[in-house]
């Protein structure tokens, strides 16, 4: 992991501000969501682009029953049947 060597403080209601040159670099805009987790003692920030629960592709998403599923994949268990 690449540190960049920005420190950013906690507000009062537990948020932090993402500098401009980092959100440009990483494609964030406002209001897109973002996927936070722990790594060991780390906390991760990762932009969140869904993906297939099979495959993990992020091409041709189709949500089904709650689960993310790609199209190849569909096409895949149809022929199983």
């Known amino acids: 992991m690449k540190s960049i060597g920005i420190v950013r403080k906690v507000d009062e209601l537990g948020r932090i501000v ?3 040159e980092l959100r440009r670099t990483l494609d964030i805009a ?3 969501p973002l996927e936070i987790y722990m790594e060991g003692d780390s906390i991760v920030l990762r932009k969140y682009q869904p993906a ?4 993990d592709s992020a091409r041709d998403i189709i ?3 709650g ?3 790609c199209s190849e994949c569909i ?6 049947n």
């Open 67 to 69: 689960r993310n599923v």
């Open 63 to 65: 949500s089904f029953h």
């Open 30 to 32: 406002e209001k897109d």
């Open 75 to 80: 096409h895949q268990l149809g022929e199983k």
């Open 18 to 20: 993402l500098p401009i």
């Open 52 to 55: 297939c629960v099979f495959c």
